[in-house]
């Protein structure tokens, strides 16, 4: 997403970026760092210890991908400090930072100070800002709306990289019936797993009945058009309808 990201924030005349999350980004590229000492990091899961052999070129991945998209907000965000939390009393100043994050709320009381959209995919954070803050925000799939609406990026790469987001397991709030389709052709060429994760969409209750039972249909229709119903249509066709009464 690194390319997306660069050319989503240089869209902007203006984007500014917390401290506090570049901060964290840092701390996370050395941490990933102390992983080129260690053949094994061990952890606990369902109450017993277990050992994980560390891939040397997974993690030199990582380093190049972290460092690159600090790279990135470096050169294309301002970084600030959220000086807006010395307005917050301190007995909820740690509660929210607490809950939220310090990263997530740096953000949020920056929005708030200058009066900015908070780019966030969070419903839970945009939820709690607009009504504790009365700061408002949008979604990265709106960003890429606007840029393909800037001719900025193509209808095409907006797909591919929402589909990027749906394998990333990214919940979509509002998404036309023709661009879920669109988005279902694309993830049956990727496999099983690409159209198990879009179809989770539409579960309920995140998904309205309405969207759900109309983005339903109509992929039972584009299904049932075929000349040939495959096994895997099949399979498809049954995770649709589990999608309805989940």
């Avoid at 907006?158 to 990027?164: G, I």
Wanted: proline letters at 2%.
């Amino acid at each position: 997403f690194l390319d997306i990201a660069d050319l989503a924030l240089g869209s902007f005349a203006a984007v500014l970026m917390a401290q506090a999350s570049i901060d964290e980004l840092r701390t996370e590229l050395e941490r990933i760092k102390m992983l080129r000492q260690a053949p094994m990091t061990v952890g606990k899961e369902n109450g017993r210890y277990v050992r994980h052999e560390v891939e040397q070129k997974s993690v030199e991945s990582d380093i190049q991908r972290i460092h690159n998209l600090i790279g990135i907000c470096e050169r294309r965000a301002t970084i600030v400090p959220a000086r807006e939390m010395l307005n917050v009393p301190p007995e909820r100043r740690e509660k929210e930072s607490k809950v939220l994050g310090v990263q997530t709320m740096s953000s949020l009381w920056i929005a708030k100070e200058k009066d900015l959209l908070l780019l966030s995919d969070d419903a839970v954070l945009k939820g709690y800002g607009r009504n504790e803050y009365g700061v408002d925000g949008c979604w990265t799939s709106s960003v890429l709306e606007r840029l393909t609406r800037r001719q900025l990026l193509s209808e095409e790469g907006r797909k591919k990289s929402l589909l990027r987001l749906v394998m990333a397991n990214y919940w979509f709030v509002n998404l036309s019936t023709e661009l879920f389709v669109d988005l279902y052709r694309a993830a049956r060429e990727l496999g099983a797993l690409a159209v198990m994760k879009l179809l989770r969409i539409i579960e309920g209750p995140d998904c309205e009945t309405r969207a759900a039972i109309g983005i339903s249909a109509r992929l039972i229709s584009e299904i049932w058009k075929r000349d040939i119903i495959t096994a895997a249509d099949q399979l498809h066709l049954g995770q649709i309808l589990s999608s309805l009464v989940t």
